[in-house]
């Protein structure tokens, strides 16, 4: 594969390109899923494909196709010139790129199983017993449980000789109860709602999860949210369940913090930020305890956005976003990275296949645990409550305003957590929110959760994201207004 | 723009589009091969060929600027009552082998499913003319010469242009054992702005921002220039925005906007979603629950829509009269579907195996004969909406969305626009908005960016819900 990436190079060069670098990618999926009692989706898909990137005339081509002959691979490069070329009719300046050493190397994300030498027979037994389960629960009218998994094989080469080949397995899992009764729809997912929980891992993953175990209580817990009570509208303080809390560090951190949309780069779609360049290590993004890492290293744990290089070649690394409330790091690439002064890119450029561009994306953007335990946090409130699994989410353009709902809130009175809370939701600006943040859960609490699908980009690209969170408490929040009517 | 496109089809031989498309007869001898190939009961080959291309401009420069070609072919077996899909981009014959061998496995290998249905035979479909030479023929250098004289208008305001201009071609094609062939070929550019004032790039993150986008079928009818003029107007007139206090507000939707909340409404039309308990027409179908003059058609033919005339089995797609006068009146349905329900199918299956059903993909919500103008020359207090944005469901059976406003929010008072305000957040029914529409303007192809595009009119409704602002 590396003899048609460097024929790609070869031909970009030779049409006048400064730069040019070749991603031969070859994505295999699988996706399975059942609803009440019979199997929904079942396919398998492969997609092998080729994208050219290259600078010429100062400016970005990108081309991309599926014809891997030597033929395609070299007309496939002469477009991404000629694409350039055209780029440059409207051009201000001439790109330029930080500096970035050539690698040469093989990276491998760990797995104990391969998804795809478990048969799929098997695997819908896994998820036709969490069906069966769920459905076992009076009340309970949509029964859904659904698995996928990927194999993401890439090479990699560029014009300043780096040539690195990574593969990436990654595996998801998930069920959800849904209820219908009046006049109101309830529903509950395990372990996450929205297709579950998604890691690099194998088949390892769904083992651990044992869906058909926590199936009769998600199926018990949708009913139940029939006879719960409205969540309260108001101001209070609230404890986000790791879940939940990994969603709000994605919209209101993850995002703001990716330098594209810093630059005005995605203004016409994805949008800006609020956290203008004048803002590094300047703003109080949260309060002291909030410390949050941009990690794509193996070493932060085998969740979506872990790679051994990103897709512009660069290593993965740790980023420090906010250190002790304080403000401290983009997401950048090479071509980004001058604009806050730094002298290399610190390795977010992702694409979601061969035929897209590699654009900003998060890695695993985690907040880091702190020293609570969760059931003295819970006597610690006088009055609050306790959210858990994303329902819907929504922020604005340059990240100011978020509102989030949840599926299941507790009320805590005195110190003990109460009554179920149907609807429960909570809205806030992002800055006053994490400086409302007085308490993490440490370590014992803290998960990497796995967002699968972020959009971004033009055209859009969705790409896994990964977020580590523990249990956290912000207070005098707005609650339950996404429901005032 | 219209001009400039005709010497660009005139004077070049088509590079983006049409050389890389399979033809029909290409896809033709994929399928009989796959055929070939398969010793299943049924066997069913699904051929897409796309090639697409986009401009891609911020902060007044091009910054990005891709072309894609590729193939896809989907083979979907059928083993007694099981089946199954497998999906490949090679078509060399060993890949062929190898996808129609994993679909087998993968359909053997599971339960027997009590609804599928014989795979259809031979139909007959309505002709649409949906590919233009025109759009096939734009080069990456036509795109960037048109981004090239909006980002010079932009920068002669004083304002910043980011934005796509993008133009592409796709070929689909379905057959199956029985005999059932379909072919689809399609063009479409679409152009986008948004237009900020006093945003320098990092330096102001509350200047004020207008938008549009457009697209069609065919590129002539694209005018570039005049979106971004319309997006820049929008970006002035809202420079210092006032804050408004959250509440209820008569509101104006242009097109865009409507097109963005109705289009949530799609999969509730689908019997699948009211037969499994998650359709906000749960006990509503026949009842009463918009305003008299609500009606909605999915129409796969009408001129303004895009799209196949059939659906992911290769039935015909039928025209439906979703709502009428205000009351739901009919679903969608499957083959599948229709069956368990004692109903007719429509040709609105969505690709098997799906646990989704269907989906009514071209909806077209009815207009009326006011104008945007007369609509804001009407209004004594309220609020025009050039877009909205971020749209989540909140609450499936009230249908409440959230969501914010974007690009150009405006104060109308006493029949004028008065001023930009700060962009609100609101959470809104959809079944409540539509029972309150006062006004209707004529039906129009929308673009949008949370729902595929619809046929759709600007609309005047009253006691919209904002429940709080932001920043800017």
């Known amino acids: ?485 | 723009m219209a001009k400039q496109q005709k010497r660009s089809a005139a004077g070049r031989k088509p590079v983006v589009a049409a050389a890389y498309l399979l033809a029909d007869a290409d896809c033709r001898r994929i399928a009989e091969q796959i055929f070939k190939l398969s010793d299943a009961d049924e066997t069913e080959v699904r051929v897409d060929s796309v090639t697409d291309a986009l401009t891609r401009f911020a902060n007044n420069t091009i910054h990005q600027n891709v072309a894609e070609q590729g193939a896809s072919i989907s083979v979907r077996t059928v083993f007694d009552g099981r089946t199954a899909r497998a999906t490949t981009n090679k078509t060399d014959e060993e890949s062929l082998r190898r996808v129609v061998a994993t679909s087998t496995e993968l359909a053997r290998r599971q339960p027997k499913n009590r609804n599928l249905l014989p795979m259809p035979g031979r139909q007959k479909y309505p002709a649409v003319r949906r590919y233009f030479e025109a759009t096939a023929a734009a080069t990456p250098a036509d795109r960037a010469r048109v981004v090239a004289r909006v980002v010079k208008s932009a920068a002669g305001r004083g304002q910043t242009a980011a934005g796509i201009f993008s133009t592409g071609a796709m070929e689909s094609v379905i057959a199956n054992s029985q005999g059932l062939f379909a072919a689809y070929r399609q063009t479409r550019a679409e152009f986008s702005v948004t237009m900020m004032q006093d945003t320098a790039a990092a330096g102001n993150s509350l200047g004020s921002s207008g938008w549009a986008k457009a697209n069609a079928p065919d590129i002539r009818a694209l005018d570039p220039l005049a979106l971004a003029g319309s997006a820049g107007q929008k970006a002035a007139l809202s420079r210092a925005p006032r804050e408004l206090t959250p509440g209820r507000y008569t509101v104006i939707l242009e097109p865009a906007a409507t097109l963005d909340l109705v289009g949530f409404l799609f999969y509730d039309f689908a019997a699948t979603a009211v037969m499994d308990r998650r359709s906000c027409l749960n006990n509503r179908v026949g009842k009463k629950i918009f305003g008299e003059n609500i009606s909605l058609w999915d129409d796969a033919t009408h001129p303004l829509q895009l799209g196949a005339p059939f659906d992911g089995e290769g039935m015909p797609r039928q025209k439906v009269l979703l709502v009428d006068r205000g009351v739901p009146r009919n679903l969608v349905y499957s083959r599948a579907t229709a069956r368990r329900l004692r109903k007719r199918a429509t040709g609105h299956a969505l690709a098997l195996p799906s646990e989704w059903g269907e989906a009514p993909m071209n909806l077209v919500l009815e207009g009326g004969g006011s104008s945007v103008e007369q609509m804001i020359q009407s209004t004594e207090r309220g609020i025009l909406l050039t877009r909205v944005w971020y749209i989540r469901e909140v609450d499936p059976y009230e249908k409440v969305l959230t969501g914010m406003t974007r690009d150009g929010t405006f104060l109308v008072e006493d029949g004028r626009v008065v001023c930009g305000i700060r962009n609100f957040r609101f959470n809104q029914s959809l079944l409540e908005m539509l029972s309150n529409v006062e006004q209707l303007g004529p039906a129009a192809r929308a673009a949008g960016e949370e729902a595929f595009e619809m046929v759709v009119p600007a609309m005047k409704v009253r006691n919209f819900h904002f429940t709080e602002v932001t920043k800017f």
């Open chain 1, 1 to 485: 594969m590396f003899e048609f990436a460097h024929s790609a190079m070869e031909t970009a060069k030779a049409r006048g390109a400064s730069y040019a670098d070749a991603r031969i990618v070859e994505i295999r999926q699988r996706d399975l899923s059942t609803k009440n009692g019979e199997v929904g989706t079942c396919a398998e898909s492969e997609s092998l494909g080729i994208g050219v990137r290259v600078i010429a005339t100062g400016a970005w081509g990108f081309a991309s196709t599926d014809r891997l002959t030597r033929e395609g691979v070299q007309a496939c490069a002469a477009q991404a010139v000629a694409v350039a070329r055209a780029s440059a009719l409207a051009k201000k300046r001439n790109v330029a790129l930080a500096q970035e050493p050539p690698h040469q190397d093989t990276w491998q994300n760990p797995f104990v199983k391969d998804p795809f030498r478990i048969s799929a027979e098997r695997q819908l037994e896994v998820l036709l017993a969490a069906d069966r389960e769920m459905r076992a629960v009076k009340g309970v009218t949509l029964a859904e449980a659904a698995m996928t998994f990927r194999r993401i094989e890439q090479f990699f080469a560029s014009s300043e000789g780096s040539r690195i080949y990574q593969v990436k397995v990654q595996s998801g899992a998930g069920i959800c109860a849904t209820s219908f009764r009046g006049a109101e729809i309830q529903k509950r997912s395990y372990p996450n709602s929205f297709g579950g929980q998604h890691t690099l891992e194998g088949y390892e993953l769904v083992e651990s999860l044992d869906l058909a175990g926590n199936a009769r209580r998600v199926g018990e817990e949708a009913v139940s949210l029939h006879r719960a009570a409205p969540c309260p509208e108001g101001t209070r303080d609230i404890i986000l369940m790791g879940d939940q809390l990994g969603l709000q560090i994605h919209e209101s951190i993850g995002h703001p913090i990716e330098l594209d949309r810093v630059l005005g780069m995605e203004a016409n779609f994805a949008g800006m930020s609020f956290l203008t360049l004048d803002s590094l290590k300047k703003l109080r993004y949260g309060s002291e305890i909030v410390n949050v890492v941009a990690d794509a290293r193996l070493a932060h744990g085998p969740a979506v956005g872990t790679f051994g290089y990103d897709d512009e070649g660069v290593p993965a690394q740790c980023t420090p976003i906010i250190t002790a409330g304080l403000f401290t790091g983009y997401l950048s690439s090479r071509e980004t990275a001058g604009a806050i002064g730094e002298r290399r890119s610190n390795g977010a450029m992702r694409a979601e296949s061969w035929n897209r561009l590699p654009i900003i994306r998060m890695t695993n953007v985690s907040l880091l645990p702190g020293d609570w335990k969760l059931d003295n946090l819970i006597a610690d409130c006088d009055d609050a409550l306790l959210m858990k699994t994303n329902r819907s989410w929504s922020i604005d353009d340059r990240r100011y305003h978020f509102q989030f709902t949840a599926e299941i809130a507790w009320e805590i009175k005195r110190g003990k957590r109460g009554r179920m809370i149907k609807n429960p939701s909570y809205s806030g600006i992002t800055t006053e929110f994490w400086n409302s943040c007085d308490a993490i859960c440490g370590r014992d609490d803290w998960q990497l959760w796995g967002t699968p699908n972020c959009g971004k980009g033009q055209p859009m690209q969705s790409m896994p994201t990964g977020h580590g969170a523990a249990p956290a408490r912000f207070r005098n929040v707005r609650v339950g207004v996404a429901f005032s009517g």
